[in-house]
């Protein structure tokens, strides 16, 4: 009985051990979630209105139809809340996520994301756009953004998203017809290929709402703030980011351009009348003429406008001889979680490799109106092609407007695009806080003046920029 009862509490300390190193093991094991016959479960998690997230749905599906080893569990946020759920599961991350360019450099620097180099050829990403494929190199030993002998790729483009005006065709047909303008004299400033400088933008505005958003149709909705600056040959700080460059005339000059269409030419909303209806709703509402559009918009508005509109370069500067029209090009990245195991690093690699690259997949992409293809050749050819049957009068017809500002300028080519601001910096937070000082010091209106609100403004964004290049030791 005693032998017993000594081989009965062996067997429990025996068991108990046993449960506390699976347990250990559970929590250290980098092959945790591994199935031993080869299967594996990863977790995607993006962002998106519920049209992008249905589209993001069906590629997964048609993914696990192809590796039918790998179950892919997608997760969608809507935009607003992502990066703070993202954020409070910094500590177990989902293998496979989306990345924002303008939060890129602090996550990667903060080493969350991991570098995937290995896995690709260099004939691989070839196909595309080269500065989509840069914009997610990073070097761990200098800090520095971009590709070069000693920088690592943390992650894959999911696209670029030129950001350009667009006009409702409609409501400007209802607006020549109103006030008895001439139709082709209209027509004839709205070009594909040759953008209208600010004093053409403004002179068209004013012709098209002469009272000042009479029957609340605007002018224009708003007007994006990069835009602007681009568009006149201006930044927000010098090449590596150390030094604002906000109280320079042709920065300042911009803004004060923006606070201009509502306060002298009263072509578009109030400030507060901008926060009461963003430009998006009021452009889908109606209320504008003009207003701002990037591909991923073309799955939502295919479903849900009753209208027809097209899309144009943004203006520039045309008293500034070194100003061009330069739109914002917004990216995203396909990130591995630093903490993925082996095999399912391999799984979301792969996912990635196929959203991003994968031939069938994007022309799905761009059949589903989600975004310019990433391919250079399917995007310079399938794309714009008229007899395409996919896009076959699908809204807006003039899609080389986004083609040619992801390209960049030529002696040809008058439009171009360049990265947001923010993607240059540790944080985003300083954009945050210059747009609402703008508003605090009642810039939009007319409480003081750009150059005033931009020169008081400066020794804040110089301390912001100061410490970020501190949290990367520079």
Known sequence: MKK???????LVISMTMSAFVACGGEKNDPNEGDNPDGTVTIEFVGWGDAAELANYQELVNLFMEENPNITVVYKGESATTYMTTLKNRANNLPDLFYMPDYDFLEWVANGTIKDISSYFTAEELSTLWPQAVDEYYFDPSTNKLGKSETAGLYGLPKDLGPFTLVYNKTLLDKQIAKYGLNSEEIYAMLSATDPMTWQEFRTLLKMIDPDGGADNVYGISHYEIEAAVYSNNASFFNEDASV??????????????IADLHLVDNVMPSAADQISTNGYQRFKGQGCVFSFMGPWDCAEFWKTVNFDYDILPVPYNGENPEAESTAWVGSMGYCVSAKASKAKTEAAVKLAKFLCYNEGAQRKFYELGQQ????????????????????ADKNPPSRSVWVDTINGRSETDLVGGKVRSRYYTYSSDWFD????WLS???????????????????????????EMRANLGG
């Open 372 to 391: 310019v293809p990433n391919i250079m050749d399917m995007a310079n050819n399938d794309y714009l092609s008229e007899t395409n049957e996919l896009l």
């Open 433 to 436: 806080s210059f747009t609402e």
């Open 440 to 466: 605090t010091q009642k810039m939009w209106d007319g409480n003081v003046t750009a150059e005033q609100a931009c020169k008081s403004y400066a020794s804040t964004f110089q301390a912001f920029l100061d």
């Open 244 to 257: 604002q460059t906000i109280t320079d005339p042709n920065f300042y000059n911009a803004i004060q351009f």
């Open 4 to 10: 017993f009862r000594l081989l009965l509490i062996l």
